[in-house]
């Protein structure tokens, strides 16, 4: 069965530093990978999103995330933190066959200090 | 478009009590998925639908029914409320074929069972 750990439940950066949120899954074959961020009362909306290819993935609002699949990690990254980044950004990974079932980690909740 | 709406936006029931979570999309997309989420857990898939009149079982669906007689809706009925489903209840479409399998979700429900 396929599973996403996301190690740290919370993080706390200094806006203007880098940041690098962690996830780890578990998948037999090649998995769709996706990073969702989440703002406080609202749904999830779709960071960026990994199938094949370059395992350097760009999205919106500055993030980036790479797949090694060496390590069984797809952690996302922002070399500069803006306080509007404050929410709670969860990984998911989904099977590449069949119904796309969609397993999320746990989530990490991002706080940003001025 | 409006995207994936769920009404209503809050909910609180008591015990026993049955309600029927609406959710509707309006961008002809065959998947769709009821989740539920709770702190610290992420988010965990109750039941999904790959097209009209076809539905399945996903993590936790024991106490929710679904059903899908169109394309645009995908409601979710509580046949007796419990407090164990107190949580924010989310759903959400994908086209499922292709490389369009990103899920759009809507605002959310959030539910209290006393």
């Known amino acids: 069965a396929q599973s996403v750990t996301q190690p740290d439940i919370h993080i706390t950066v200094s806006e203007g530093a880098s940041l690098e949120l962690r996830c780890n899954y578990s998948?037999?074959?090649?998995?769709?990978l996706f990073w969702y961020v989440q703002s406080p009362g609202q749904g999830l909306q779709l960071l960026l999103k990994y199938f094949s290819g370059d395992t350097l993935v760009q999205g919106i609002k500055g993030f980036e995330a790479e797949f090694k699949r060496s390590q069984s990690s797809f952690n996302l990254r922002k070399p500069s933190v803006h306080w509007s980044d404050a929410a709670e950004y969860f990984c998911a990974v989904m099977n590449s066959g069949g119904y796309q079932k969609v397993t999320f980690g746990t989530g990490t909740k991002l706080q940003v200090i001025p | 478009n409006a995207g994936v709406t769920q009404t209503p936006k809050f909910q609180v029931l008591k015990t026993g009590q049955s309600m029927t979570l609406q959710c509707a999309q309006d961008?002809?997309?065959?998947?769709m998925s009821w989740y539920r989420q709770d702190p610290g857990m992420g988010l965990r898939l109750i039941h999904y639908?790959?097209?009209?009149?076809?539905?399945d079982q996903g993590e936790v669906p024991n106490g929710y029914n679904v059903s899908r007689s169109t394309t645009e809706d995908f409601p979710l009925r509580l046949l007796s409320a419990a407090p164990s489903q107190t949580s924010v209840y989310f759903c959400?479409?994908?086209?499922?074929?292709?490389?369009?399998?990103?899920?759009?979700f809507g605002p959310g429900t959030r539910l209290t069972v006393t």
């Open positions: 998948y037999g074959a090649t998995p769709y």
């Open positions: 959400a479409s994908s086209y499922g074929r292709g490389f369009a399998y990103e899920q759009y």
């Open positions: 639908s790959v097209g009209a009149g076809i539905t």
């Open positions: 961008m002809n997309h065959e998947y």
